[in-house]
Nanobody, 124 residues
């Protein structure tokens, strides 16, 4: 298991940007595929993006493609989510997650370690 802590959420106006961070501790970070998910009120948790251990494969949900960028710094045991051109419909709690086995493309059920989440609110 790996312990994950997200940070960087907040309130932003539509069109603005935020960068989320997820710091990992525990087992070797480079063994994990890392993902970001989000859950809006009254909705199921959904996949946003994921990155394999060396960044060799990156996946995006269609609605964030071109606006969000996932990256990782294995020396710092941290994964990032840069979110640009934010829309009110991006409002959700964002969760960082990790898995040592990932389907291609990743599925939410692949991920075994989860952070506590960070709130992102985009005002119109």
């Amino acid at each position: 298991q790996v312990h994950l802590v997200e940070s960087g959420g907040g309130l932003v106006q539509a069109g603005g940007s935020l960068r989320l961070s997820c710091a990992a501790s525990g087992r070797a970070f480079t063994t994990y595929t890392m993902g970001w998910f989000r859950q809006a009120p009254g909705k199921e948790r959904e996949f946003v993006t994921a990155i394999t251990w060396n960044g060799g494969r990156i996946y995006y949900e269609d609605s964030v493609q071109g606006r969000f960028t996932i990256s990782r710094d294995n020396a710092k045991n941290t994964v990032y989510l840069q979110m640009n051109s934010l829309k009110p419909e991006d409002t959700a709690v964002y969760y960082c997650a990790a898995t040592t086995f990932s389907s291609d493309p990743p599925k939410i059920t692949d991920f075994t370690s989860w952070g506590q989440g960070t709130q992102v609110t985009v005002s119109s």
